[in-house]
Every structure is written in structure tokens, then in C-alpha cells.
């Protein structure tokens, strides 16, 4: 039943940068493009899709065998977030181990079905888990999204590093609050520099998939629960999510065969 033929990890070395909201409309764009297409937060700690995706606080994914989690269907994604899983009064403040056991259980308890792309939403960094997650995902191929600052590009630097050490082939870099347009005057201004992207891209050899404005509509959208490329699907900003999703869509095709994992085999024991 698992049949999962490409994992996508969306990763950045810094949070904050707006890797929650570009995982969102990327799933939504290859959604749109026609693709079934899965979800996972793998933000333990500070996962934040429940509330971009609209789903209602206090839902529950359904359960079945007493082993398995059904994904929660959310504007024709299939999802899963630690968010669905713990209340607002469970603290998250575990460690390390916990936080990677606790993914690994989402990841391969979801009785996912059959879905071409899976878009995991990774925690911020370049530690253990986000390692050990992209090893046991078969992670086919990983998207960096990066604010053009320097110390944002630094992170995804580390990023890329972090993926190239274990051969996950990057699929290129999304360059995320690129340039502020004034919604005033229409002014633009590049509030965290300019060119990261681009440079990053050209230091490592991977493409610039795209580069989205620091946009109101954009944080307003997602956060409320309606993401730009649901929200509005003919605007500029979801041509250039879309844009991305056919890229990384290309970038997967030409890896060919490689790319397509079967998804890991899951033994349950009593012990
Ligand atoms: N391009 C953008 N323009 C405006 N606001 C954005 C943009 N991308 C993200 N945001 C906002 O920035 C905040 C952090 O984004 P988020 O996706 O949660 O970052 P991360 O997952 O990297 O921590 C959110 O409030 C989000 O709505
Ligand atoms: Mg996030
Ligand atoms: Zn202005």
C-alpha cells in the first residue's frame, strides 16, 4: 500500500526564513499540476502546518490497527504534523531522541497510499535528527529555501553540506523574501539584501528554483490558513510557486529511475 515515488525534503539551515510557507505552496503547486501529494511536518518541536493548511485545532488523525495514523486531508493534501498528535498543554521541549523517534513513528505509521510526491516540511538546522530524518525518508531530493541574507545563506550552505554528505541530490535553492514591494507606492525594496540566492546557486551548481517577494498577501494567506496558491490562484505569486514545482518536477525526471524510492518496509514486533 506505501507507494511513495518521491520524497521531497524542503530544508533550511535558519528558521524562520519561510520554509513552512514555501513547503506549503510547493505541495499545492505540484498539487495543482495534477500530482497526489503528502505532507509531513517534521517540525517537531514548532510545527506550524495544522494552521497553514486551515485545519481546524483539536482535530485528530484517525487510527487504524492500533498501529497506524490515517493522514489528515487538507486542501487535497494528504498530511501529518506532531501538531495533530500532542494538545497545547503537551510541552515541547523533548529531546533530541524523543523529537527523532517521534518522526520516524509519523513518517512510517501514516498509512500514506499511494502519493508521487512527499513534501516533508523539515525542522530548521543540520543536526542529528534532520540527518538521520533524510536517511530514513530516502529522501530523493532536498529543496533549500533561503532569505538572500548573509547569515541565512550561510545556514543553507551547511544545508546543502549536510545533504551532499549523504548523497541526497539537491534539487535546487528557493530564495525566499527576495524584495519588498510596497503596496503603497510599489517601491521595491530588498529588506534582506540581494543576490543570496543567485549566489548560493551559482557557488553550488543547483538552480534557482525561484524567488519569492517578502509579500503582506503572502504571510497574510498562509497564516490564515489559505495559502497563496490556494488563496489566490492566478496572482504572480503563485505563477512562481508553480514555476518551482515544475522545476523541481524536472529536476526529479532527470535524475530518472534513481530518484524513485520505494518507500522502507515497515516491521512491527511486540518487543
Ligand atoms: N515571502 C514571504 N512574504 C511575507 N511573509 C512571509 C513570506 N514567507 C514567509 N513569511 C512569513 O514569515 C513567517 C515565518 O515563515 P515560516 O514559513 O513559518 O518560516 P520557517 O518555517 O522557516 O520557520 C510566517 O509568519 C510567514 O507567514
Ligand atoms: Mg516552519
Ligand atoms: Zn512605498
Redesign the pocket.
Known amino acids: 500500500m506505501n507507494a511513495i515515488k518521491h520524497i521531497i525534503a524542503v530544508a533550511?539551515g535558519k528558521?524562520?526564513?519561510?520554509?513552512?510557507?514555501?513547503a506549503v505552496n510547493l505541495a499545492l503547486a505540484l498539487k495543482a499540476r495534477g500530482a497526489a501529494v503528502g505532507l509531513l511536518d517534521a517540525d517537531v518541536y514548532g510545527p506550524?502546518q495544522q494552521t497553514m493548511l486551515g485545519v481546524a485545532p483539536g482535530t485528530r488523525p484517525e487510527q487504524q490497527g492500533g498501529q497506524y495514523l490515517l493522514p489528515v486531508m487538507a486542501l487535497g493534501l494528504k498530511t501529518m504534523s506532531m501538531g495533530y498528535l500532542v494538545t497545547e498543554r503537551t510541552p515541547m521541549v523533548w529531546r533530541g531522541p524523543m523529537a527523532g523517534g517521534a518522526l520516524t513513528q509519523m513518517l512510517e505509521q501514516t498509512l500514506w497510499g499511494e502519493l508521487d510526491y512527499l513534501v516533508i516540511d523539515m525542522p530548521?538546522g543540520t543536526g542529528d535528527i534532520q540527518l538521520t530524518l533524510s536517511q530514513k525518508a530516502r529522501v530523493a531530493g532536498a529543496v533549500i529555501?533561503t532569505t538572500p541574507q548573509d547569515i541565512a545563506v550561510q545556514d543553507a550552505q551547511k544545508g546543502i553540506e549536510m545533504f551532499r554528505k549523504v548523497d541526497i541530490p539537491i534539487l535546487g535553492v528557493i530564495e525566499?523574501?527576495a524584495v519588498h514591494i510596497c503596496t503603497q507606492c510599489g517601491h521595491q525594496e530588498h529588506v534582506f539584501g540581494e543576490h543570496g540566492g543567485e549566489r548560493i546557486a551559482r557557488d553550488y551548481g543547483v538552480s534557482l528554483l525561484a524567488s519569492?517577494?517578502?509579500?503582506l498577501s503572502?504571510?497574510e494567506q498562509?497564516?490564515s490558513g489559505r495559502p497563496t496558491v490556494i488563496a489566490e490562484p492566478d496572482s504572480a505569486v503563485t505563477a512562481l510557486y508553480l514555476a518551482a514545482a515544475d522545476a523541481v518536477q524536472a529536476a526529479l525526471a532527470g535524475l530518472g529511475d534513481d530518484a524513485v524510492q520505494p518507500f522502507p518496509q515497515i516491521q512491527i514486533s511486540d518487543d
Not at 15 to 22: A, D, I, L, R
Not at 212 to 215: E, F, I, Q, T, V
Request: positive net charge; proline residues 9%.
Open positions: 533550511s528558521g524562520g526564513v519561510g520554509k513552512s510557507t514555501t506550524s530548521p529555501v525566499n523574501m519569492l517577494p517578502l509579500a503572502i504571510r498562509t497564516d
